[in-house]
């Protein structure tokens, strides 16, 4: 069998879904019906799995963020819906959020990957803090920090379910609204 980057990639996502975040390589070129060199050869290592799989992830969370723009009654509504949109497609397809987020990344891998998520949320607080009159450069830390507590809320939400979707994404809401809205300290 011949397989290209993207059947690989498919059948990657296909196991860990399936089997989940714990697979091997051995376990996704057996999947593929494709030897480990050839999986190695044609993806590179796990690094590059994640690597490969984290961009395509981040794609998904990007268009659920925009398309929940979409239905927003005011700001404060489609924040808390932009939240939900990430928290259901982390949920949607959690063993391959978890996968992603447990394989080791390199540095500069995962530095790209936080920039790529934060982007939306950093041009948001700007156009917020600036339209608001306030001082627009905590935008990039605050947008950080959005990530990374959207991640770890996530990782801890995915592993005892402590509340439902709804509750998860009215919480962080809750925390995060005010910075957002620009109300924050100047």
Request: net charge negative.
């Amino acid at each position: 069998m011949v397989a290209d980057r993207e059947q690989l990639l498919a059948a990657a996502v296909q196991v860990i879904r399936s089997d989940g975040p714990d697979v091997t390589m051995d376990d996704i070129a057996a999947a593929a019906n494709v030897s480990k060199p050839i999986l190695y050869r044609t993806i590179g290592d796990k690094d590059a799995l994640v690597a490969a799989l984290s961009e395509s992830f981040v794609d998904r969370l990007d268009d659920a963020v925009a398309r929940s723009f979409d239905r927003r009654v005011d700001a404060r509504s489609g924040f808390h819906a932009s939240l939900r949109a990430c928290l259901e497609t982390i949920d949607d397809d959690r063993n391959l959020f978890l996968f992603v987020n447990m394989g080791g990344q390199g540095t500069d891998s995962f530095r790209h990957l936080v920039e790529r998520s934060a982007r939306q949320m950093y041009d948001g607080f700007t156009a917020g803090r600036t339209a608001a009159g306030l001082d627009p450069a905590p935008s990039r830390t605050w947008s950080y920090a959005m990530v990374g507590a959207i991640q770890v809320v996530a990782m801890m939400w995915l592993d005892d379910e402590y509340a439902d979707l709804d509750d998860v994404a009215a919480h962080l809401t809750q925390l995060m609204w005010p910075g957002f809205a620009g109300t924050g300290n100047s």
